[in-house]
């Protein structure tokens, strides 16, 4: 059995699309097909701007919510972290990737592999 972060080398079709592995496809269908690089960027910015020590003490702090979504809690404070908000977006930036490019697009195959890795988020996402 193989991770969802094994890059094959022929690639992977899915749904009528080609990725290098199948995380690529995972982060694909998490964007509407219209979204953008820029509109991903934007929100980045806008989340980074919010200071989410309040609203997460508030679900730390009622048991009856945090203990069935632990998993959750900890994954959006993970992600809502100020150092990794920072590292999403400076790996936005560091592909080269187009303001115009669409999200979901560029985690598809296009003729050479490994676009860019799927390790990256492996280790913390």
């Given at each position: 059995?193989?991770?969802?972060?094994y890059?094959?080398?022929?690639?992977?079709?899915?749904?009528?699309?080609?990725y290098?592995?199948?995380?690529?496809?995972?982060?694909?269908?998490?964007?509407?097909?219209?979204?953008?690089?820029?509109?991903?960027?934007?929100?980045?910015?806008?989340?980074?701007?919010?200071?989410?020590?309040p609203?997460?003490?508030?679900?730390?702090?009622?048991p009856d919510?945090?203990?069935?979504?632990?998993?959750?809690?900890?994954?959006?404070?993970?992600?809502?972290a100020?150092?990794?908000?920072?590292?999403?977006?400076?790996?936005?930036?560091?592909?080269?990737?187009r303001?115009?490019?669409?999200?979901?697009?560029?985690?598809?195959r296009?003729?050479?592999p490994?676009?860019?890795s799927?390790?990256?988020?492996?280790?913390?996402?």
């Amino acid at each position: 059995m193989l991770s969802n972060w094994y890059p094959i080398e022929e690639g992977i079709a899915l749904y009528g699309a080609t990725y290098d592995s199948t995380e690529h496809f995972w982060r694909a269908v998490k964007y509407h097909p219209n979204i953008t690089v820029a509109r991903v960027q934007e929100l980045v910015d806008v989340i980074q701007k919010k200071d989410w020590k309040p609203w997460l003490a508030r679900l730390d702090n009622d048991p009856d919510l945090y203990l069935p979504n632990a998993y959750a809690v900890e994954f959006l404070r993970h992600n809502l972290a100020c150092e990794r908000l920072q590292w999403f977006r400076h790996e936005l930036d560091n592909y080269g990737l187009r303001a115009s490019d669409r999200a979901r697009e560029v985690q598809l195959r296009h003729g050479s592999p490994s676009h860019f890795s799927a390790f990256e988020e492996s280790a913390v996402g």
